[in-house]
């Protein structure tokens, strides 16, 4: 375990990533956010969700909480549509997608990121530094990278990055 603790160590000894004020000055210009992922990365977007909503008075949106929602797309298409299709109905220029995949694979994610891309939203990503990101790349205008490639502990910095983030935009 202290090898956990010291790779986590390790990796905040780099301060935060450059990324960051530039996923602060594109949710500065946002109309809406929607913030989405899978499992953890879940959590974690309902998570921001709700600090840029109380924390920084934002207008922001959580495709995972609703779940009746969520559920209907994955049974009556598939589930790699479940955050693309409300975002057809949502999602405006103007607005910001933000996307959490630790693995920076996840095809649902991805595909809503592609899809924020071709209607002139902005998009964001949290991330890790596995191989095969070069997808979530390729849609995103702001990527955040922990420099760590073990789920746990990518999930470990996100929550500290999102808070780092709340902070940038609140001036703090």
Same mark, same amino acid.
């Given at each position: 375990? #202290?090898? =956990?603790? %010291?790779?986590? !160590?390790?990796?905040? #000894?780099?301060?935060?990533?450059? @990324?960051?004020? !530039?996923?602060?000055? /594109?949710? !500065?210009?946002? @109309?809406? *956010? =929607?913030?989405?992922?899978?499992? +953890?990365?879940?959590?974690?977007?309902?998570?921001?969700?709700?600090?840029?909503?109380?924390?920084?008075?934002?207008r922001v949106v959580s495709l995972v909480e609703n779940s009746s929602l969520l559920t209907a797309y994955a049974n009556d298409h598939d589930y790699d549509c479940v955050f693309e299709q409300p975002l057809r109905a949502l999602l405006r220029p103007g607005d910001v997608a933000? &996307?959490?995949?630790?693995? &920076?694979? #996840?095809?649902? *994610?991805?595909? +809503?990121? @592609?899809?924020?891309? @071709?209607?002139? +939203?902005?998009?964001?990503?949290?991330?890790? #530094?596995?191989? &095969?990101? $070069?997808?979530?790349?390729?849609?995103?205008?702001?990527?955040?990278?922990?420099?760590?490639? /073990? /789920?746990?502990?990518? $999930?470990?910095?996100? /929550?500290?990055?999102?808070?780092?983030?709340?902070?940038?935009?609140? &001036? %703090?």
């Amino acid at each position: 375990m #202290s090898e =956990y603790f %010291a790779t986590l !160590r390790d990796a905040l #000894s780099l301060g935060p990533p450059p @990324e960051l004020e !530039r996923a602060a000055d /594109v949710l !500065r210009k946002a @109309e809406t *956010v =929607y913030t989405f992922g899978n499992g +953890a990365c879940a959590a974690l977007a309902g998570h921001i969700a709700t600090d840029l909503g109380k924390g920084a008075g934002m207008r922001v949106v959580s495709l995972v909480e609703n779940s009746s929602l969520l559920t209907a797309y994955a049974n009556d298409h598939d589930y790699d549509c479940v955050f693309e299709q409300p975002l057809r109905a949502l999602l405006r220029p103007g607005d910001v997608a933000f &996307g959490l995949s630790a693995s &920076g694979r #996840s095809t649902n *994610v991805l595909a +809503a990121l @592609e899809y924020a891309r @071709e209607a002139d +939203a902005r998009t964001i990503a949290f991330t890790g #530094s596995m191989d &095969g990101t $070069e997808r979530l790349a390729a849609c995103c205008d702001v990527v955040v990278r922990a420099p760590l490639d /073990v /789920v746990e502990q990518i $999930e470990d910095l996100h /929550v500290i990055y999102a808070h780092v983030l709340l902070r940038m935009l609140r &001036g %703090a």
